[in-house]
Structure formats: C-alpha cells, structure tokens
C-alpha cells in the first residue's frame, strides 16, 4: 500500500496530536481524581453526575487524540488532521462546559455543550472517511 510523502509539517501535525492526547489523558485522570475526591458531596448528585459525564468523554476523545497521531505519522491525509482538530476541540466545548455546569452551576453553559457533541460527531466521520480513504489506496 502506498501512502503520500509525509513531511515534516505532517509529523509535527502527527506529533502535536499526540502530546494533546497525553495533555487530556493526564487531566481525564486527574479531573476524575478530583471529582471523586474534592467534589464529591460538595455538589448535588446531578451536578456530580454532569462532571463525571465530562470526564468520560474526555478520557474517550483523547485516546482518539492518542489515534490520529499515530495515524497520522504514517498517512498523509487532510482528514485525519480535521478529525484531530474537532475532537480536540469538542473536549474544551463539550467536557469543558460541562465541567464549568457541575462546579459553577451556569445553566447557560449547558447550551455549549450541544456543539462539542457536534464536533465529536464531525471528529467520528472526519475519521471514518480518513479510513476510508486509507483502505482505497
């Protein structure tokens, strides 16, 4: 299987991804830490469940992180470094708001959290066509 030339730009792209993957693997670990430690009982059980919530999918987004990096110094593809860009980017809307819902209460923030979903979603497809592409060559 041939794959376009990968150059150095593309590797620093690819290497980017993977330190954010690490970066939010490390803060899935830690918020998790402190929402079962320093929060827990010092919010209602709903807020309690809403942190929890962002910590999921952020410890699932940045295993995806953790993918297209590696993917991405092995295959050139435009859509991989998309892929990257929306899931990183969905972890600051989605978790990040809901974070901010659980500690600070803001309801308005709760309207944020619908986008990052969205870019979740788009990271999936971005990356379903990557490998479908890939699987082309």
């Keep these: 299987m041939t794959h376009p030339i990968i150059d150095r730009s ?10 954010l993957g690490a970066l939010n693997g490390f803060l899935t670990v830690a ?3 402190f ?3 320093a929060i827990r009982g010092q919010v209602s059980s709903y807020h309690y469940d809403v942190f929890q919530t962002g910590v999921q999918y952020q410890g699932i987004h940045a ?6 990096g590696l993917l991405a110094f092995h295959v050139g593809s435009s859509w991989l470094k998309r892929a990257g860009w929306l ?13 901010l819902l659980a500690t600070v209460g803001s309801r308005p923030l709760g309207m944020i959290t619908p986008m ?22």
């Excluded at 593309?10 to 330190?19: G, H, P, T, V, Y």
């Excluded at 295993?63 to 297209?68: G, H, K, Q």
């Excluded at 969905?90 to 990040?96: A, D, K, R, T």
Aim: aromatic residues 16%; hydrophobic residues 60%.
């Design 31 to 33: 918020l998790g830490a």
């Design 87 to 99: 899931f990183f980017t969905g972890i600051i809307l989605f978790s990040g708001s809901l974070y």
């Design 63 to 68: 295993l995806a992180l953790l993918v297209v």
């Design 10 to 19: 593309d590797k620093s792209m690819a290497r980017l991804f993977l330190i």
């Design 116 to 137: 990052g979903g969205l870019l979740f979603l788009m990271g999936w497809g971005s990356l379903l066509i990557a490998f479908w592409q890939m699987e082309r060559r």
């Design 35 to 37: 929402g079962a430690h």
